[in-house]
T-cell receptor, first 113, second 115 residues
Framework: AQSVTQLGSHVSVSEGALVLLRCNYS??????LFWYVQYPNQGLQLLLK??????LVKGINGFEAEFKKSETSFHLTKPSAHMSDAAEYFC???????????FGKGNQVVVIP | EAEVAQSPRYKITEKSQAVAFWCDPI?????LYWYRQILGQGPELLVQ????????DSQLPKDRFSAERLKGVDSTLKIQPAELGDSAMYLC?????????????FGEGSRLTVL
């Protein structure tokens, strides 16, 4: 079975500073990896995904993530945080793209002015 | 922009009562999912439909939960009787047939509080 681990439920970052959210996965088959964002009172929205090919993937709103097989990681970064980035971020994994996603516990990001 | 519609947005009920949630996926999306999101945790898949057929309901507590998608379009998730531990956000999502890209489109969810 596939699973992901996200450490640190709450992450505080200053406006303009680097955003780094860590995700480590466990999968017995080549994984498909995703980051979803959930703004207050809204549903989840896909930020970016890795399926095959280039290991550095770019998503919406200036976010990017790098797939590192040797480290079983898929960390999410954004060079400069904006107030509008305050939201909850979920890492997810599926096996060979069967669309059956296993989500991590999420990171609540707070942006400090 | 097409959206996944869910109702009700909020539901407060007493334990042992019955409760139902409705979901209308994006038009043309063959796959529909129900997830449960307990406060402080990530979404957990309850059931997955492909058209009107259940593909995966291994995590659905079948003694009290049921889900149907009779015509392969909209879907209903029912809980009877509700228990205190069922308090959570119930999320519906849909995806296109044949596109196993992992991109699920989520509704805004139905928040259930059981007293």
């Amino acid at each position: 079975a596939q699973s992901v681990t996200q450490l640190g439920s709450h992450v505080s970052v200053s406006e303009g500073a680097l955003v780094l959210l860590r995700c480590n996965y466990s999968s017995s088959v080549p994984p498909y990896l995703f980051w979803y964002v959930q703004y207050p009172n809204q549903g989840l929205q896909l930020l970016l995904k890795y399926t095959t090919g280039a290991t550095l993937v770019k998503g919406i709103n200036g976010f990017e993530a790098e797939f590192k097989k040797s480290e079983t990681s898929f960390h999410l970064t954004k060079p400069s945080a904006h107030m509008s980035d305050a939201a909850e971020y979920f890492c997810a994994v599926s096996a060979d793209g069967n669309n059956r996603l296993a989500f991590g516990k999420g990171n609540q990001v707070v942006v400090i002015p | 922009e097409a959206e996944v519609a869910q109702s009700p947005r909020y539901k407060i009920t007493e334990k042992s009562q019955a409760v139902a949630f409705w979901c209308d996926p994006i038009s043309g999306h063959a796959t529909l999912y129900w997830y449960r999101q307990i406060l402080g945790q990530g979404p957990e898949l309850l059931v997955q439909f492909q058209d009107e057929s259940v593909v995966d309901d291994s995590q659905l507590p079948k003694d009290r939960f049921s889900a149907e998608r009779l015509k392969g379009v909209d879907s209903t998730l029912k809980i009877q009787p509700a228990e205190l531990g069922d308090s959570a956000m119930y999320l519906c999502a849909s995806s296109s047939r044949g596109k196993n890209t992992g991109e699920l489109f989520f509704g805004e969810g139905s928040r259930l509080t059981v007293l």
